[in-house]
């Protein structure tokens, strides 16, 4: 029997949005395995911001796939960055979809992610962090009308300090937020754009200006 005729047709849609999402040139996104435990289906994505911006065609986006489209070749992934670069932010985007539906979830989607971003001191001692990160998820959906229900997450600051040969080393503060929310639809383009445009948040990277369209990473034929 075919693979593609036992998935079902409404997680075969999201996957088709999730191909349509433009992210910002600033960020390397590709497909990622994904968890087998928490959903019958699901696609995982794995986001990367560099300190500059990947040379064209270095890092492609491949994906989002499961069983429904083919991979290229020479598909790059995270992690393929040049010595040289400092990474600013990672992140990972679940999509889970269960036919049944789940009562925890409120629905048959739900998204799952996680970003960390190294801060700077003054930043990363602000009492208000876990609060502003949480605002820039909701903002973030928000600006991209991507309606969603059941949003929960959590803000972790993570300090980091060196000891014995590596005593020279400057301390540094990490932030992470994980959190999850279920989708209105089986359309999640939306969700895709707004988490990629928060990822480029936490790396620090200024705002696109009003009217400027992000450029879409290279895309699988």
């Known amino acids: 029997m075919n693979a593609l005729a036992q998935v079902p047709a409404d997680f075969l849609h999201a996957l088709g949005t999730l191909r349509k999402a433009k992210c910002r040139s600033e960020l390397r996104l590709a497909e990622i395995p994904a968890p087998s435990r928490l959903a019958p289906f699901a696609v995982a994505l794995g986001a990367e911001v560099f ?17 429904a489209f083919s991979r290229e070749n020479n598909a790059g992934s995270p992690g393929a960055a040049d010595d040289e670069d400092d990474e600013l932010a990672t992140g ?21 992610t996680y970003i960390r971003a190294q801060l700077e001191a003054d930043m990363g001692n602000d009492a208000m962090l876990g609060s502003v990160a949480w605002t820039w998820l909701v903002d973030a ?9 059941a949003a929960g997450g ?66 699988l034929t």
């Open 92 to 112: 990972r985007f679940i999509l889970l979809h269960d036919p049944d539906g789940s009562a925890v979830w409120d629905g048959e989607f739900r998204i799952v």
């Open 154 to 219: 959590t803000a972790t600051r993570i300090l980091s300090e060196s000891f014995g040969t590596l005593a020279e080393r400057p301390e540094t503060i990490d932030i992470e937020l994980r959190a999850s929310w279920t989708p209105a639809s089986s359309d999640v383009q939306a969700h895709l754009e707004a988490w990629c445009d928060m990822v480029c948040t936490f790396a620090g990277l200024p705002p696109l200006p009003p009217g400027v369209t992000p450029l879409p990473n290279r895309r």
């Open 51 to 67: 300190s500059r911006s990947a040379r064209p065609g270095q890092t492609p986006v491949h994906g989002p796939a499961a069983m």
């Open 141 to 149: 959906l928000e600006n991209h009308s991507a309606r969603y229900r």
